[in-house]
Structure formats: structure tokens, C-alpha cells
């Protein structure tokens, strides 16, 4: 009982997220925002060579902008496979995604309305949104999977001492029940030689 409640004692210490916990949670943020600063970056590159050139030369230098990205996101899809890696794969598919919209940055930004256009240029803006979002998510996952586990040994812990009650019960029932045919065999015992000396003395008696 008093071991149980250390236990648990020791678990509610715990609930605070340990050093390695933590170092996990920071890595997963770290890979999500290395991928949101490469996203931003290829963004706000867009952005300032359609300012600084003209159509042409603008569409040209989009084609080795896609072929940069499509690198990048290969190379990640290759990673999350070789990890099988869910965290990596979802990462993947944010670049694929701004890969397939680099094809069609050149007709937004040349051939249609300055309002599309700007809907396109603010990108960066909302993904900074997006993405601090996803850290919050990714860190209240991890936390939520750490104190879950605790919950978890916790349900042991009682099971357990559930368990030792019962086998407590049983020891004292087993141990109630030895004694009680202890009492009964030497009463049956007492019994044999009494009625074993009464059959000896009516012998004898007969004889005399």
C-alpha cells in the first residue's frame, strides 16, 4: 500500500516533462520550422525577382526555381522513407505542395489580377501563422503522449495493489481453513482414543 503511493507520488513528479522529452519536442519544432524557413525563403525569393526583372527573364528564372524546390522535395520524400518517418513525410507533402504552385506563379504573377497576385505575394505572411500553429500542435502532442504513458503506469500500479489485496484475502482464508481441519483432525483423533479406551475397559471388564 505505502509502496503504491510512493509510486504514484513519483509518477506526479514526473508529469513535468523530463530533459530527453524536451530535447524531442524541440527537434521535431526545429525540423518543422528548418522546412518553414526553406519554404519562406523560396517564397520571398519569388517575390523579389518578379520586382527586379522583367516577364521573360522572370519565367525563365522560375523554371530553375521549381527545379530547386522538386530537388528538395525528393530528397525529403526519400528521407521520410528511408526513416519511415510520418513527421518527414507530412513535410514532404508542404514542399510538393509549393512545388506544384511554382508552376503556375508564372501565369499568377504575369497574366492575371493584381489581387490574385498579391493573395500569392502575402504567402510567407500566413505561413509564419501556420506554422507557429503546428509547433503549438506538435508540442501539446508530445506532452499529451508523455503524461498519457504516466497515466498508463499508473492503471499498473493499482492493478497491482488490487492484486496483492486479493492475494492477501486468499493467504488469510488458506491459512483460517489449515487451522480450522487442524482442529477438527485432532478432535477426531481425541474421539479414536477415547472410544479405543472405553472398548479396553469393557474387555477388561468381561474378563473379570
Known sequence: MEKAKLMQLE????R?????????INTNIFENLLAAVIIMAYL???NI???????STFEECMKY???GIIVVTVISFEISYRKNSVKFAFISIELLLCAILSLYIPYIYIHTTDYLRYSIMILPAILIVYYAIKSLIIFKQEQFQYRNNLSD???????SENTSYIDEDSRKIYKEKTVQEEVIRKEIIKNQDLRKKNRLKRKQGKEV
Open 153 to 159: 503506469v499508473k492503471e499498473i500500479v493499482k492493478d
Open 11 to 14: 509518477i506526479e513528479k514526473k
Open 44 to 46: 520571398c525569393a519569388i
Open 49 to 55: 525577382t518578379y520586382y527586379n526583372v522583367n516577364d
Open 16 to 24: 513535468r516533462l523530463p530533459k530527453r522529452v524536451k530535447d524531442s
Open 65 to 67: 526555381f521549381a527545379l
